[in-house]
């Protein structure tokens, strides 16, 4: 009887779960479908558009649920380039007056924030204003305010301004402690992944290597930090060394900030330039309801130029958005092949990489598509690198960023070992029972044979000279030695990829456009664009995140670890996760910059 009153209280609460569940999701179905027909947002005389970027995505929406703040009657966050197309469109429009930026932290990494800062001053030089306020900045935000005509902070705040650079967690000492270590097994001798599982500090080559793309993009920020703020870009070196930013009223005399101010003195500033008295309201527009009332999503037609978004980690499988898999990019690039409309393709990435196999799997579904005669051209992003790097290498053209983080032509493969932690440390045994040499091979449990050990290590050899085949047979000029020199797991920037033969153009996403336009005989006047890959809505995210295999999302549980650890620290933990969970070879580039 007592075990029949647990099954049924058990079964009892499973139920009451699960209705739980579906009453959410009912209820979120009918709010989506109730702001389905909402009206579009007004867009009034005399408005001052507002950004707040705390989320910036390639592609509007293609982020990880963790990331939609449960916003489900959103498109979920607006993407780089319609964030630029919104700031375009209110350059021309009456309407608009000003853009206020009001954020302490900005999302995005250097590339994005740069392309934004160059619509905010095309913007500027329509004879518009733009002010930034905020209680303190971090880096980000106070590089993407500097572009503003006016700059101010909050009484007691800070400009925290002082340089660029890379902080990589080595764990070896912890590993030694618990009884864990790892086989390493890497080709290219700047493939700095594996560093922290190994070494204790930052090998001479991985330092050089990272002080040379960090000077290269600190050079780029201090000279645009310079030019907006009519600084000379030592000066502006000198105040970081300095940390003039830190230092109030001195931040303002040095020309970092125009004031320190409260709120309602801004407000006030804000009227002012409006042209509006004390007690007159300032007409406020969100960057997303003004992209929502005056533009839509690109949407391809005949003759079309298609762009595809890689953004993320580069996985086995099935990718949630925000991510890379091989089951589902594989699948919209055979889709955009057998597309008569569709005419050239774009491949925009911003990767760092992640799986050798299914990044050999892309690059082998863009080689079919290329047989169909359709060009192929790669934008990269704010990172194109190892895996990135192997999608792209067959393009008929690649344009970088100056910014780019791009290269790491290497390959690695890890295999953790318990043997220690479980023996000594647990007083765990394991035996085993054979009926071949390695039956029992491969186990984080024993210590490897040497013919294993063998095996993995001619794997990742051979898997890193097909990485070197792959863009020597895509990159014109060069052959696999030169490749191979320009290889061996170093990361470059893009003004550097330039010169060594690894990109052919710098330019950005709208420069990659046209090329593939002009590749493929299309009118320069009238380019039809789509966007992919297409991104679902979030309640239908979700609907299909509830109603499958796991009763808790993945996601769910990232949104508490990020918000408990702050952004910055999640990407540690974000990286650590991802490389402890690696069980084939990799192409990936583990860093995280400070910015």
Not at 505 to 511: A, E, F, K, N, Q
């Amino acid at each position: 009887m007592p075990n029949f009153i647990k099954i049924l209280f058990g079964s009892c609460l499973g139920t009451l779960l699960a209705l739980g569940v579906l009453f959410f999701l009912f209820f979120s179905v009918i709010a989506g479908l109730a702001n389905a027909d909402k009206e579009e947002p007004e867009i009034k005389a005399n408005s001052l558009l507002e950004l707040d970027l705390t989320t910036v995505p390639e592609l509007t929406g293609n982020q990880p649920m963790d990331q939609f703040s449960f916003e489900l009657d959103s498109d979920g966050a607006l993407g780089l380039h319609d964030i630029v197309r919104a700031i375009e469109k209110a350059e021309k429009d009456d309407d608009i007056k000003g853009i206020y930026l009001n954020s302490m932290t900005q999302a995005g990494g250097f590339t994005k924030l740069r392309a934004i800062r160059e619509a905010l001053a095309s913007f500027r030089a329509a004879g518009k204003f733009v002010v930034s306020y905020a209680p303190a900045y971090e880096q980000n935000a106070y590089y993407l305010a500097s572009a503003g005509d006016e700059v101010y902070v909050g009484p007691l705040g800070v400009v925290d301004f002082r340089g660029l650079g890379a902080e990589i967690p080595f764990y070896k000492n912890m590993l030694d402690k618990i009884g864990v270590r790892f086989e390493v097994f890497y080709a290219g001798n700047f493939k700095s992944a594996t560093e922290p599982y190994r070494l204790t500090e930052i090998s001479d080559s991985n330092r050089l290597q990272t002080r040379e793309y960090l000077t290269g993009l600190w050079n780029m920020m201090s000279e645009d930090i310079a030019a907006t703020r009519n600084l000379e870009p030592a000066t502006v070196r000198g105040f970081a060394n300095q940390l003039t930013g830190w230092r109030g009223e001195e931040a303002v005399e040095a020309g970092l900030i125009d004031g320190v101010f409260r709120r309602n003195e801004v407000d006030a500033r804000l009227r002012e330039r409006l042209g509006l008295q004390k007690h007159e309201k300032i007409e406020r527009v969100s960057i997303d309801d003004y992209f929502d009332a005056r533009l839509k999503k690109l949407k391809g037609k005949d003759d079309e130029v298609a762009v595809l978004f890689a953004e993320g980690t580069i996985i086995d499988g099935k990718a949630e958005p925000g991510g890379i898999g091989d089951k589902n990019y594989v699948k919209v690039i055979d889709k955009l092949a057998e597309d008569d409309d569709v005419k050239a393709v774009v491949l925009r990435v911003n990767s760092g990489g992640g799986s050798a196999s299914s990044s050999e799997n892309i690059w082998y579904a863009f080689e079919k598509l290329k047989d169909t005669g359709k060009p192929l051209v790669v934008s990269m992003g704010s990172v194109a690198a190892s895996g990135g790097y192997y999608i792209a290498a067959g393009a008929d053209s690649i344009f970088a960023e100056p910014s780019t983080i791009t290269g790491s032509i290497g390959v690695f493969t890890m295999f953790p070992m318990v043997d220690e932690l479980m023996n000594d440390k647990l007083g765990i045994n394991f035996d085993t029972v054979n009926t071949a040499q390695y039956s029992n091979a491969f186990s984080p449990f024993r210590p490897l044979q040497e013919g294993a050990k063998e095996v993995l290590t001619d794997r990742t050899k051979m898997i890193y000279e097909t990485f070197l085949d792959r863009v020597a047979e895509g990159r014109p000029g060069m052959n696999k030695e030169q490749v191979r020199r320009a290889a061996g797991g170093r990361v470059y920037t893009g003004v550097r990829a330039l010169e060594i033969g690894l990109v052919d153009r710098l330019g950005d996403l709208d420069d990659a456009i046209a090329s593939a336009a002009t590749l493929a005989g299309l009118d320069q006047d009238d380019i039809s664009v789509g966007q992919y890959p297409k991104v679902k809505s979030p309640i239908e995210q979700l609907i299909e995140t509830y109603l499958g295999e796991d009763a808790l999302p993945p996601s769910v549980g990232a949104s508490v670890v990020r918000k408990q650890l702050g952004e910055q620290n999640y990407q540690h933990f974000e990286l650590l996760r991802d490389m402890s969970q690696m069980n084939k070879a990799q192409c990936r580039l583990p860093v995280v910059i400070n910015f």
